[in-house]
């Protein structure tokens, strides 16, 4: 529900690893930025301030350029609300993309 802005993160190489059966490099990344959240169109938009930390492995695949194959990051966000009062919140992000290059091409039915 909130845009992680990847720009705003500090990354520190943690070594190259497999993730998701892809050779990968971690980095450990954090940052603190602001942005905006809208919970739904009616209401719209109000000031959130997000700290990230955690994990993320990037490969570069087969020339197309770099993949996020997982992440693991823990998003602490402050929302500021039409009053000036605040709501925070901690949401774990988790994904893996799986399959890549995996794609299968069936002979056409005759």
Same mark, same amino acid.
């Given at each position: 529900? +909130?845009? /992680?802005?990847?720009?705003?993160? $500090? +990354? $520190? ?16 990344? &954090? ?5 905006? +959240? ?7 938009? +109000?000031? =959130?301030?997000?700290? $990230? &930390?955690?994990? =993320? ?19 602490? &966000?402050? =929302? ?11 949401? &774990? $992000? ?9 794609? =299968? /091409?069936?002979?056409? /039915?005759?």
């Amino acid at each position: 529900k +909130y845009d /992680i802005d990847y720009q705003k993160l $500090v +990354y $520190v190489n943690a070594g190259n690893e497999t993730a998701n059966g892809m050779e990968c490099t971690h980095y450990q990344v &954090s940052g603190t930025f602001d942005g905006e +959240y809208e919970p739904n169109p009616d209401m719209g938009k +109000y000031p =959130v301030t997000m700290t $990230v &930390s955690g994990d =993320v492995w990037i490969a570069d695949i087969n020339g197309a350029g770099p993949a996020l194959i997982r992440q693991r990051l823990l998003l602490k &966000s402050d =929302v500021t609300g039409t009053n000036g009062d605040h709501m925070k919140e901690e949401t &774990s $992000v988790e994904d893996d993309t799986l399959d890549i290059n995996s794609t =299968v /091409i069936e002979a056409p /039915i005759r």
